[in-house]
Antibody, heavy 122, light 110 residues
Framework: VQLVQSGAEVKEPGASVKVSCETS????????VNWVRQAPGQGLEWMGW????????IYAQNFHGRVTMTRDTSIATAYMELSRLTSDDTAMYYC????????????????WGQGTLVAVSS | QSVLTQPPSASGTPGQRVTISCSGS????????VNWYRQVPGTAPKLLIS???QRPPGVPDRFSGSKSGTSASLAISGLQSEDETDYYC???????????FGPGTKVTVL
């Protein structure tokens, strides 16, 4: 199982960023893909997930209206786009395969991408 | 500010047992499973404990998880120098409709 993310990005305030997460080694449609971010020196923050089987998403309230998670099943890749960036969005962004699910809750599991650093600066 | 509470730090000497607490409420830990993650700075986090007490393959049995009511705990027995890193608890929160992480606990091996 591998999740390989796109490279680091530098963006200006107000811009958008789209991070990709190319998966392999398992059935893409069978596991949710979570997105988790970590600002420098800070803790982990869950952003949301996408069900690759049907495209259903749940977003954390902190990101409502700014985040969009999509997927392309033909290439087993998930995407996370964050708009209206501010300096507070400077962070490492991780995609994570969903782990053991209970009652449709499929939290981050054992397989994480390597992370994508997004820096927001003018 | 997280809805889960963890002590900022914990410490022990090699071989000792260290316990990290994670306190929540009925909307998160009280109703949902707890996961624990370990993160070495500069690397991606790693799932350490799943659904309260399950160890994923490859996780040593020195690590154990438990849950009671609205609190959970991670215990590290036979503390080793390599255990000196950051640990996070996490659970689904029904009120927030979100997966929430604790603020993290830094373990120091004295």
């Amino acid at each position: 199982v591998q999740l390989v993310q796109s490279g680091a990005e530098v963006k200006e305030p107000g811009a958008s960023v789209k991070v990709s997460c190319e998966t392999s080694g398992y059935t893409f449609s069978g596991y949710y893909v979570n997105w988790v971010r970590q600002a420098p020196g800070q803790g982990l923050e869950w952003m949301g997930w996408i069900n690759p089987n049907n495209g259903d998403t749940i977003y954390a309230q902190n990101f409502h209206g700014r985040v969009t998670m999509t997927r392309d099943t033909s290439i087993a890749t998930a995407y996370m786009e964050l708009s209206r960036l501010t300096s507070d969005d400077t962070a490492m962004y991780y995609c994570v395969r969903g782990g053991y699910c209970i009652d449709a809750v499929c939290p981050p599991g054992s397989y994480w991408g390597q992370g994508t650093l997004v820096a927001v600066s003018s | 500010q997280s809805v889960l509470t963890q002590p900022p730090s914990a410490s022990g000497t090699p071989g000792q047992r260290v316990t990290i607490s994670c306190s929540g409420s009925n909307s998160n830990i009280g109703r949902n499973a707890v996961n624990w993650y370990r993160q070495v700075p500069g690397t991606a986090p790693k799932l350490l404990i799943s659904t309260n007490y399950q160890r994923p393959p490859g996780v040593p049995d020195r690590f154990s998880g438990s849950k009671s009511g609205t609190s959970a705990s991670l215990a590290i027995s036979g503390l080793q120098s390599e255990d000196e890193t950051d640990y996070y608890c996490a659970a689904w929160d029904d009120s927030l409709n979100a997966y929430v992480f604790g603020p993290g606990t830094k373990v120091t091996v004295l």
